[in-house]
């Protein structure tokens, strides 16, 4: 017989990866802020193989405008200058030899009405994956019915999920409206 709790207790993971995955795509999505979060998709060749950016360098923000990337190898300037430029971050690097610097610009206002189309966006789908998580679980409560599972277990287990789904979508809203803040604050 299906046991109730771990149903309702597998929903709720399946919504807390909804939301950590959210939560990793608003930080790779820029707000006119340095933030080092928007180079961990950057990869380089660093003998033979490709490795995040932050393997082979240090990655610092001195200010709120800049980006600091020092290598701890010498050889890896160009490289890093290039994996930079061949992203779509759509900035360039300056490299003094010592360091290389990411200078952020502020954003336009139309890019800003772009990011805020991402962000919900990518809320739509953190928000459909938390529904998926909830109608997956109705579902099983459902067939555990046939299973002998009592109607009314069901009907608290059901109520349960819907508490547990409301929950994570306003959790969903209030991430949306923070980030929304973020990228409007000029």
Known sequence: MIEVENVINDARDAMDMAIMHLEETFAHIRAGKANPRILDGIRVDSYGSMVPLSNVA????????????KPWDKSMFKVIEKAIIDSDLGIMPENNGEIIRIGIPPLTEERRKQLSKQCKAETETAKISIRNARRDGIDILKKAVKEGLSEDNQKDAEARLQKIHDKFIKKVDDMLVEKEKEIMTV
């Open 58 to 69: 240090a990655i610092n923000t001195p200010d709120a405008r800049s980006i600091v990337i």
